[in-house]
C-alpha cells in the first residue's frame, strides 16, 4: 500500500472522473459492465505483488508434479465430465489472496484459493489503462507483472488461446455466452484475437471415417472446423442449467482445449487441504471432520471457521461461523464434496472516503504450451463486507473490481 499514490489519488478524486471511467469501459466493450467498477485502482509495491505471485507459483507447482494428488484429484471430477488427452499443465491459473495482520503487526498474504480456469484477462488488461487514462496516472506506475507490457501480456495470451491454429478456427466457447456478465471480456478477447464467441451447446460434432469426431462452428450456412477452444464454460453451471451438449465429454474429440476441463477440477478448493504451507489457512474435508478426522488442524472456535462447497461459483454456498446444525444437515453422502477452512480474516488496507476498505489480490498467470508458468496481472476486488466478490458488494461504494499500479523499486 503505497500511502503517497493513495493520498494523492483521494484529493484529486472527483465523481465525474468515475462516470467517465465508465463511460470508456463500456464504449470499448461494446455494451455495459454489468458488475461493479470500483471508483479507484490500488497501490501495491512490487515487491508485494512479486511475493505473492510468487507463492502461488509454487502452490500452483507442487500440485501439478504431483502425481499422487493428481490421481486423487481425478475422483473430483464427475464421471459424466472426465475428459481424455489432458493436457500435461493448465494454460490458465488463478490464484486469490488476502491480507492478514500479523500478531506481530505486519501484513501478511494469506491463499483463499486456487483455481486452474481462466479469469476476465483482456478486461483486466482495459481496465488498467482506463485507470490510468482517466485518472491521468503517473506513467511509472506499471499494472503488469513478470516484466511484461502490455504488448508481451498480448503476445502471450495469444500464444496460449491460439495455439499453432489460424483465428478462424479457434473459438471462445461459453454457456449462454451472450447473456453472461464476463461479456465484456468475451468480446475484447474475440475484437483483439479474431476468435468466434460460440455457446458450447451450439457446436456441431461430425463423425469422422476411421477418426474421432470433429467439431464445427456454423458460420450463416457454412460449417467452420474448431481446432481449439478456448474454454469458459464450467461444468457447475452445465449441470445446474441441464445443457445438453453435441458431444460427450467422455470421448476422444479432434480439438484442442486451451484449458482443458479436467483442471478445473484438479486445481481447486479441493487442492487447499493438500496444500501444507505458511500462506494456506488450513482445510479439511467435511466428511473427514466429522468423522473426527484431522480436526487438530483447526481452530475449535467456529466463529473462525467458514464452510464452502468445493465446486460453486461466485461465492455460492459458502457459510461462515457453521454451527453443528448447519454441518449435519448437509447429507451425508454429499459431505466430501464441502470444505471445513479457517477464515482468512482480511485487514482493511486501503484509505477510502467511506472508510477502510479490504482487498482480494486475484494474480492471473498464463500458462503456454512448451513455456513456464508466468504472473501477467492482477485483479483487485475491494469490499467492505465478509464476501469479497463484486455481487457482494454491489450497493456499496468505492468497492468492486479493481487493478494494481506498481511504482518503480526503490534504486
Not at 493428481?70 to 488463478?94: G, K, N, V
Not at 453472461?180 to 457446436?203: C, H, M, N, Y
Request: aromatic share 10%.
Amino acid at each position: 500500500m503505497i500511502r503517497k499514490f493513495r493520498q494523492d489519488f483521494n484529493r484529486q478524486y472527483r465523481p465525474e472522473l468515475y462516470s467517465n471511467l465508465l463511460a470508456s469501459l463500456e464504449r470499448a466493450t461494446g455494451g455495459p459492465i454489468e458488475f461493479r467498477v470500483a471508483e479507484s485502482p490500488c497501490f501495491f509495491s512490487m515487491e508485494l505483488m512479486e511475493h505473492i505471485a510468487a507463492i502461488g507459483s509454487e502452490l500452483t507447482r507442487r500440485l501439478v508434479d504431483d502425481p499422487d494428488y493428481l490421481w486423487r484429484s481425478r475422483a473430483a471430477i464427475p464421471d459424466a465430465y472426465r475428459m481424455p488427452e489432458q493436457s500435461e499443465h493448465p494454460h490458465f491459473m488463478t490464484a486469490d489472496f488476502g491480507l492478514v495482520r500479523t500478531p506481530q503487526g505486519e501484513l501478511e498474504p494469506r491463499l483463499v484459493e486456487l483455481q486452474a480456469f481462466p479469469s476476465i484477462f483482456a478486461y483486466q488488461c482495459l481496465l488498467a489503462e482506463a485507470y490510468r487514462e482517466t485518472y491521468a496516472l503517473d506513467d511509472g506506475l506499471d499494472p503488469f507483472l513478470g516484466g511484461h507490457t502490455e504488448n508481451s501480456f498480448w503476445r502471450l495470451f495469444s500464444r496460449v488461446i491460439l495455439g499453432d491454429h489460424d483465428p478462424e478456427n479457434v473459438v471462445l466457447s461459453e454457456v449462454d455466452p451472450l447473456h453472461q456478465k464476463t461479456l465484456p471480456d468475451f468480446r475484447l478477447t474475440a475484437d483483439r484475437l479474431g476468435i468466434s464467441i460460440v455457446d458450447i451447446s451450439e457446436l456441431v460434432k461430425i463423425e469422422q471415417a476411421g477418426g474421432p469426431p470433429k467439431l464445427f462452428r456454423r458460420d450463416g450456412h457454412r460449417l467452420v472446423p474448431v481446432h481449439r477452444i478456448y474454454n469458459r464454460a464450467i461444468v457447475d453451471e452445465l449441470v445446474r442449467r441441464n445443457i445438453q451438449l453435441p458431444f460427450d465429454y467422455r470421448e476422444p474429440i479432434d480439438v484442442e482445449w486451451a484449458g482443458h476441463p479436467n483442471w478445473y477440477f484438479h486445481i481447486s478448493k479441493f487442492s487447499l487441504p493438500f496444500l501444507h504451507h505458511p500462506a494456506v489457512p488450513p482445510a479439511v474435508f467435511l466428511n473427514e471432520w466429522l468423522e473426527g478426522r484431522e480436526r487438530d488442524r483447526l481452530p475449535a472456535d467456529r466463529d473462525l471457521l467458514i464452510l464452502k462447497p468445493l465446486f460453486s461459483f461466485a461465492g455460492k454456498g459458502i457459510q461462515f461461523a457453521p454451527s453443528d446444525e448447519d454441518l449435519l444437515s448437509i447429507p451425508e453422502p454429499e459431505r466430501g464434496g464441502y470444505l471445513l477452512q479457517e477464515r482468512v480474516q482480511f485487514e482493511p488496507v486501503i484509505d477510502t472516503p467511506f472508510g477502510m476498505t479490504q482487498a482480494e489480490i486475484r494474480i492471473l498467470y498464463l500458462w503456454p504450451d512448451g513455456g513456464d508458468l508466468d504472473p501477467v496481472l492482477s485483479l483487485i476486488r475491494l469490499g467492505r463486507g465478509k464476501m469479497m466478490g463484486v455481487d457482494h458488494n454491489r450497493d456499496q461504494q468505492w468497492v468492486g473490481g479493481s487493478a494494481a499500479f506498481c511504482p518503480p523499486r526503490a534504486s
